[in-house]
């Protein structure tokens, strides 16, 4: 427990602090690096696929772990799960979303020994608080190639959660009872997506007692609700791919929220590491060997 509690206080310390396209383009550089390296540490095949936006290239950041050989035989659509490294200017953007970035390394870390049949493919995506240019040119791409899915998870500021009352507030138009208490997950997915909100629950149930759930299906692409759309799982809805986003629900608990105190001190770290469980367990029971 220890020791995961040094490994995201570092990954933290490492990715904390602003990355933005204009403003901080050397520290989003930096960060794209240091996930590249963090994946590769865990023995994941990792490459940069390019995003030209005003003229500039950008790159998402994927990390790819394939079944065994022996296991290849005809493949399987892979398992995606993304966050974004992108902030807003002026945060150093620990909530929004490094906590979803240590996610994905824990996330790598914990599959590294695992056989798989069926390819996990880890995508830390730039450009989210760009209108989602990154996510936009990967779910696009991916339907040129007629590539199939079995699914995105996506973490979207995964780190804040408090205990209190009147720690939460409930987005304007959700059909569903919204606790007032700011300490549960959001599990947010569409009709196309309904089995992996379920496994996600199911498996924060059995995995990580502690955390609570709150699912919510929206219908079509969530155009009723743009609350829904706020990350880059919208891009994989609009591209016909079934994709679901986790989240604390941002500016609906979390005060900080895309302003320069969201620092790595207002995390909550159990929380964090509920979810990395989480995301795991679905992960295994996805893309594992099942016995
Ligand atoms: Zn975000």
């Not at 450009?127 to 791409?141: N, P």
């Not at 959700?174 to 700011?182: D, M």
Request: with cysteine.
């Amino acid at each position: 427990m220890l020791t995961q509690r040094l490994r995201i206080n570092r990954h933290l310390e490492s990715l904390v602090g602003e990355r933005h396209p204009e403003t901080s383009p050397r520290a989003l550089r930096k960060a794209a690096h240091y996930l590249a390296t963090q994946f590769a540490k865990s023995g994941w095949s990792t490459s940069g696929q390019l995003v030209s936006a005003w003229g500039k290239a950008y790159r998402n950041v994927v990390a790819i772990k394939n079944p065994d050989r022996g296991r290849q035989g005809e493949e399987l659509p892979p398992l995606l799960i993304g966050a974004h490294y992108d902030t807003v200017s002026g945060s150093p953007g620990a909530d929004d979303n490094a906590s979803g970035l240590v996610v994905l390394l824990e996330v790598a870390l914990r599959l590294r020994a695992q056989p798989l049949v069926r390819p996990v493919w880890l995508v830390a995506f730039c450009l989210e608080e760009q209108d989602r240019l990154g996510s936009q040119a990967f779910a696009s791409r991916l339907k040129t190639e007629r590539r199939e899915l079995a699914g995105a998870i996506i973490l979207e500021c995964v780190g804040f959660a408090r205990n209190e009352a009147g720690t939460q507030q409930a987005p304007p138009s959700v059909p569903i009872a919204v606790p007032t208490q700011g300490d549960f997950l959001a599990i947010v997915g569409n009709e196309a997506s309904r089995s992996l909100v379920r496994q996600l629950e199911q498996d924060a149930q059995r995995h990580a007692a502690k955390l609570k759930t709150l699912s919510l299906v929206v219908p079509g692409r969530g155009e009723a609700m743009p609350h829904t759309r706020r990350s880059d799982h919208a891009s994989f809805w609009d591209t016909g791919y079934p994709a679901v986003v986790l989240t604390d629900t941002a500016n609906f608990r979390n005060p900080h929220y895309h302003r320069e105190s969201d620092t790595e001190d207002t995390l909550n770290l159990e929380f964090l590491s509920d979810v990395a469980t989480t995301v795991t367990a679905t992960a295994m029971q996805i893309a594992g060997v099942r016995s």
